[in-house]
């Protein structure tokens, strides 16, 4: 199983911005797709962004879409979430998905 690894979670204000960090082997990043998604207190977890290993093509779903940006560094192997214009129901567990391997999770907490 590979090892996936988030970071960058935090406390953040309402309209406040955070990037979290996903860092996986190398081999993922040339042959697995990679995805973010979230899981709220008591909710199951869905689907944020995603970044196809065909073309590099990113998606964000609706509630993320126009405020969250996806992308990755083949270099560094590391993949982003970038947020902006947080608000409070964003709050949840950030979960980094490469090909079938999940990582443990990092906590964001919008609040005032």
């Known amino acids: 199983q590979e090892h996936v690894m988030e970071s960058g979670g935090g406390l953040v204000q309402p309209g406040g911005s955070l990037r979290l960090s996903c860092v996986a082997p190398?081999?993922?990043?040339?042959?697995?797709?990679m995805y973010w998604y979230r899981q709220a207190p008591g909710k199951s977890r869905e689907w944020v962004c995603s970044?196809?290993?065909?073309?590099?093509?990113?998606y964000c779903t609706d509630p993320y879409r126009g405020r969250f940006t996806i992308a990755k560094d083949n270099a560094k192997n590391t993949l982003y979430l970038q947020m902006n214009s947080l608000k409070l129901e964003d709050t949840g567990v950030y979960y980094c998905?490469?090909?079938?391997?999940w990582g443990q999770g990092t906590q964001v907490t919008v609040s005032s």
């Open positions: 190398k081999d993922i990043f040339t042959n697995r797709n």
């Open positions: 998905k490469a090909g079938d391997s």
């Open positions: 970044i196809a290993i065909s073309d590099g093509s990113t």
